[in-house]
């Protein structure tokens, strides 16, 4: 898997979320951006698991995916955090990002990955990000790809 390939394909993926009416458009990067446009989704840590299979077949990563906006009005930015947060809907990240599974018997992320899943999410609190406090989560997505790429 080239992990800095699939981090811009998961970021492409969570651009097609549809925020509410009134909010600013999701903003996503595949890294962690030194400062953020909120609300914005990126890609942070990750760790791998080499060798699920033998011969260097597949790989399993987990990705630490972040998810924060601004905190002008409290309320208001907790609701669009649990839109994005929720399992379905316009807003959701997990079906957003899942859509990039392709159909059955196709590679995930346009070819990047055998299969991906958003597992869940965590972390629902106060985020310091550049000196800038956001309300935000957690998103935490499994990748399994082939480990001779």
Same mark, same amino acid.
């Given at each position: 898997?080239?992990?800095?390939?699939?981090?811009?394909?998961?970021?492409?993926?969570?651009?097609?979320?549809?925020?509410?009416? /009134? @909010?600013?458009?999701?903003?996503?990067?595949?890294?962690?951006?030194? #400062?953020?446009? !909120? $609300?914005?989704?990126?890609?942070?840590?990750?760790?791998?698991?080499?060798?699920?299979?033998?011969?260097?077949?597949?790989?399993?990563?987990?990705?630490?995916?972040?998810?924060?906006?601004?905190?002008?009005?409290?309320?208001?930015?907790?609701?669009?955090?649990?839109?994005?947060?929720? /399992? @379905?809907?316009?807003?959701?990240?997990?079906?957003?990002?899942?859509? #990039?599974?392709? !159909? $059955?018997?196709?590679?995930?992320?346009?070819?990047?990955?055998?299969?991906?899943?958003?597992?869940?999410?965590?972390?629902?609190?106060?985020?310091?990000?550049?000196?800038?406090?956001?309300?935000?989560?957690?998103?935490?997505?499994?990748?399994?790809?082939?480990?001779?790429?």
């Amino acid at each position: 898997m080239q992990f800095a390939a699939v981090r811009a394909a998961i970021a492409d993926a969570a651009r097609a979320v549809i925020l509410p009416t /009134g @909010a600013a458009k999701l903003t996503c990067t595949g890294y962690t951006p030194d #400062a953020v446009t !909120a $609300p914005h989704f990126f890609v942070g840590e990750y760790t791998v698991e080499y060798d699920r299979t033998f011969g260097r077949g597949r790989d399993e990563a987990e990705f630490t995916c972040r998810c924060l906006v601004g905190r002008q009005d409290d309320r208001n930015a907790q609701a669009i955090l649990d839109g994005m947060l929720s /399992g @379905a809907g316009p807003a959701s990240l997990k079906r957003a990002i899942e859509a #990039a599974r392709g !159909a $059955p018997g196709q590679a995930a992320l346009g070819g990047l990955a055998d299969d991906l899943h958003v597992v869940r999410v965590q972390g629902y609190r106060w985020y310091e990000h550049a000196g800038i406090q956001y309300v935000g989560a957690e998103v935490i997505i499994r990748v399994i790809g082939d480990g001779r790429t």
